[in-house]
């Protein structure tokens, strides 16, 4: 951003292609994140979000462009140490926990860098997982397996278990999907709470809903069929004319609150309801 040390960049794309059996996935993507900042990635499905993401943690070599990370650049640095210092959040993460794993186990793997864990605990580890289920309120889970959680207290244990190791960097990958509204909704204030304030950590979050924006996340980047719609300050990309850059002309944009939804012109739910 304006004004911001180029020492401070924790994520930087430029020029970033990505191309898939001749398909644009990614379409030269120049993107800035600095230290401190809580950004949002937002579009339709479709749209690059995922692609994004997948670059940044090394999962999908750049067609052409470059991505840096922590201050180090991709091709040039051990990416596995760089990914070791990044906590990411994600439904497909989830999907890998076995069932057996408790939720004192499921910190632990964080804490490990592994999925699952195995092994014999320390007593600082310990100590640590005390800690964060306190942090998290969910101490009276403990020793329950992740067969029995429902799907809040699972989210909730993949924010501790991303948090737990003390990352310079959090990716929060559509935490919110299968929530109901309701467990939704309560999901989110435990996620305002427990990120702590703007500047302690970066957080990027990565959402195709505008409900799901919560008033910490200040900078966005819109992205539609692998292209950047816009970027910068939340304040001048949450407007109409945007929103619908993005998701198409039928979308209308309301302010709720401290946030915004969006609804499909001529029907009453919001964009993505069934």
């Known amino acids: 951003m304006v004004g911001k040390s180029p020492d401070s960049r924790i994520i930087e794309a430029i020029g970033l292609t990505i191309r898939r059996d001749g398909i644009t ?3 030269e993507l120049d993107w800035c994140v600095h230290a401190g ?7 339709p499905n479709g749209s690059g979000k995922t692609t994004l993401l997948n670059a940044l943690l090394g999962n999908l070599v750049p067609t052409s462009g470059q991505v840096s990370m922590l201050g180090k650049t991709y091709g040039e640095s ?10 990411l959040v994600s439904n497909s993460l989830g999907r890998r926990v076995e069932p057996y794993q408790l939720t004192e186990e499921v910190l632990l793997s964080g804490l490990r860098g ?3 864990f195995w ?3 320390q007593a600082r580890e310990a100590s640590a997982v005390t800690a964060m289920m306190e942090r998290l309120g969910v101490a009276a889970l403990k020793g329950r397996p992740w067969a029995v959680l429902s799907q809040g207290e699972r989210q909730r244990l993949l924010i501790g278990r991303a948090l737990i190791a003390d990352p310079k960097l959090l990716f929060l990958d559509e935490p919110c999907a299968g929530l109901d509204p309701v467990a939704r909704e309560s999901f989110l204030k435990f996620l305002q709470k427990t990120l702590g304030a703007p500047g302690e950590l970066s957080a990027v979050l990565v959402t195709h809903h505008v409900e799901e924006i919560l008033p910490r996340f200040k900078y966005g980047l819109l992205l539609r069929q692998g292209q950047c719609v816009a970027t910068g300050p939340k304040a001048d990309l949450m407007t109409p004319q945007i929103m619908r850059e993005a998701f198409g002309p039928k979308v209308i944009l309301n302010s709720v609150g401290q946030g915004w939804e969006l609804k499909v012109r001529g029907r009453p739910g919001m964009l993505g309801e069934s």
């Not at 900042?37 to 579009?43: D, P, Y």
Request: charge should be neutral.
């Open 119 to 121: 092994g014999r605990v």
């Open 37 to 43: 900042e809580h950004w949002f990635i937002l579009g």
């Open 78 to 87: 051990n990416w596995d140490k760089i990914r070791g210092q990044v906590g």
């Open 25 to 27: 996935l990614l379409d």
């Open 114 to 116: 592994m999925v699952n």
